[in-house]
Structures are given as structure tokens and as C-alpha cells.
């Protein structure tokens, strides 16, 4: 729903001290606690949505969603390390903050209209409208393919071999002609502004930073958000993350901002 882990735990702190401060013979009266539970944590993360919304749009050069460090086990349940891969959560950014909450409701969590309905003081007909317009979006701009994670590491492995050796014909060998990479620094840290497109371009200013870091750089693959990606050390941390589709590098998601990397650290249980 939010893209950031930090506002995940403030908003579910916030509901559990809510359900806490219920008095027991209404917390009593309440027929389904989960649906109850579901209500105040839709509410609470659309106003954090619509808080946050300014502060996005002022962000400096790209916005990404913070990395989660996973375990590999996340990459086994297909369609749950589909829903918090980087690709998914930079998509879910551009819909409307309603749109965000019915499509992770019903398409994540499986839940009946008529209780997303119920969660969002809106109708069931609504909801089915949203819903249906969400997926359209969604489905325009998700990658066009699920890809078997193991493809996907060899072809990180690849990529970061080259990297590291600073080979940009190696490079260009694994990535689209039409990739795209995104950096965000959060003007904290040096990074491109603007999403570099096209492979010679992309390739080139990969080797470029490669070449600048030197001795310095120093790099590993991790599990980040359920699937294969990639830790940098150089100055900084830098979080890579990836979609492969067709054997071949399509996006490149660079995570630069200090305040986004303070989670990887501990892998993060999704089963929750």
C-alpha cells in the first residue's frame, strides 16, 4: 500500500493500539475482528497515501520504494513475490490513492468486494469499478512476463560480473535494447536525476561509475523483495534490483537514498 516500511509499522502500530484501547465488551460486539482490523488499516494507509502525496511530488529526481532484504523461500510463492517486487510497487505509485487500496485488497489479499466496500464507505458497484480500472492500469505497465528466479539470478550473475570488470560489451550483451534504469539518490547521495533509457547509453554510464568507484566498489547478490538482486558498496550502499524479461535486463531500480536502505539489515518475513 505505501512503499515504504517505515510507514507499513507506523500505520499497523497505530491500529493495534486502536484495537487496544477498544473497551472488551465492544471489542466483544465486533463480528469479524479481521475485517474490523482491514477497515483501520486501509483508512490509516490512505491518509498516510494522501499525506505523503506533496512530499512525493517534491521528491527530488526519481522516487523508488525502499528494498525489502528477502529470503529465497519468498520467490517460491510466485504470486506473492509478484506483489512486493520493485516493478509492482513502482507501478502501484502511479495510481490514485483508492485505486492502490482496491487493488491490493482484491488482487493481493483476495478480499470481497463487499469488504473492500465496507472498508472504504464506498459501494460494492464502486468498487468493482475501481477494481476493474486498476488492473488495466496495472496490467499496461507490469512486466510482461513472470520470469523462473533461477533464469533471473544467472542473469544478475552475468550482469555483475560484467559490471565489476567493467566490460561493456558484456554488459550490452545482457541488456535490452530499450532498458531503462532508474536511480534514487533523494538528492542526498550523486546519482543520475533522470531515468537513463537505451542499452549503449545505459551500459555506458554503468561502466562510467564502475570505473569512478575503483578499489572502493565492491558488490554481492542478495535477495531483495523476492527475488535475485544485487548490494553495491562503494561510498555508499546502493540497492539494485531488477526485471529480466526474455533473457535480458529490461529495468534497472538503483536505490541510493541512506534513509531507504536502514532494513537491510534482516530479512523481512512476508509470511506476516
Known sequence: ?????????????????????VDAGLRAAVADPRAYLVRIV???????LRTVARRREEYFGSWLPEPLLTSPDVAQDVELAESVS??????????????????????VFDTPYEEIARALGKTPVSVRQTA???RGHVAARRPRMRVDREEQRRVVE?????????????????LAPDVVVVADGGGVVATV????VGAQDAAAYLVAAAQWAGERFSVGTVWLNGAPAARIEVDVTTALSFVVEDGLISRI???????????LGAVVDLAR
Not at 500500500?1 to 484501547?21: C, F, H, I, P
Not at 486501509?42 to 498516510?48: F, G, K, V
Not at 502511479?94 to 491490493?104: D, I, M, N
Not at 536525476?193 to 537513463?196: A, D, E, G, I, L
Request: hydrophobic share 50%; no cysteine.
Open 1 to 21: 500500500m505505501l512503499g515504504s516500511a517505515a510507514d507499513a509499522e507506523d500505520v499497523v502500530q497505530e491500529t493495534w493500539l486502536r484495537w487496544a484501547d
Open 42 to 48: 486501509t483508512r490509516l494507509a490512505l491518509n498516510r
Open 86 to 107: 520493485v516493478a509492482m510497487l513502482t507501478v502501484l505509485e502511479t495510481l490514485k490513492p483508492v485505486e492502490r487500496a482496491v487493488f491490493v485488497l482484491r488482487e
Open 132 to 134: 476493474k480500472r486498476a
Open 158 to 174: 552475468r550482469f555483475l560480473a560484467a559490471l565489476a570488470g567493467g566490460d561493456l560489451r558484456a554488459l550490452l550483451e545482457v
Open 193 to 196: 536525476r533522470h531515468p537513463v
Open 253 to 263: 531500480y538503483a536505490v541510493r537514498n541512506p534513509a531507504k536502505l536502514g532494513r
